[in-house]
């Protein structure tokens, strides 16, 4: 998986002697937060001395970091692990009007127009109903009624 954005926290590194190995290991954890309309932000791990220095990770840089999720279970509690394994810097910075590139609508290839929703996927009605069927249940055809703030 990967995600963009800009490094707004250095945590501290740790480290520590393996118990089962005897080997030193080190780790450090950093904050990303993404360039959406809403932003988001998450926490990932570089593990092993070498990759910390190689990655080499500085507050305030753009960043795309390809990173691995797992899970582990301590005392009946699961927790999530965000591992980076790459991280590039040739990412460019979006400006404040232009829009977040967002993933491409699947379309179907036949007719070249975006995919109808399943039936009954968007909560409006059977996908037979149309656009002026979705329409009428929002609170009328042609006009935008709805309040909603998206």
């Not at 954005?5 to 993404?34: H, N």
């Not at 840089?61 to 797992?70: A, Q, T």
């Not at 037979?128 to 006009?143: D, Q």
């Amino acid at each position: 998986m990967e995600i963009e954005g800009k490094i707004i926290a250095v945590l501290p590194a740790r480290g520590g002697t393996s118990a089962r190995t005897g080997a030193a290991w080190k780790s450090q954890e950093f904050v990303i937060e993404t360039f959406d309309q809403y932003p988001r932000k998450c926490v990932f791990r570089i593990f092993g001395e070498d990759r910390l220095n190689q990655m080499n990770v500085q507050l305030g840089e753009v960043l795309r970091v390809s990173f691995d999720i797992d899970a582990h279970e301590y005392n009946g509690r699961w927790y999530n692990d965000v591992s980076a394994w790459r991280v590039d810097r040739n990412v460019s910075v979006p400006s404040a009007g232009q829009p977040v590139a967002t993933a491409p609508a699947q379309s179907d290839p036949a007719v070249g127009q975006p995919a109808a929703p399943a039936s009954g996927s968007a909560g409006f009605g059977t996908a037979s109903a149309g656009v002026a069927g979705g329409m009428e249940m929002m609170g009328g055809a042609g006009g935008n009624v709805d309040d909603l703030p998206f």
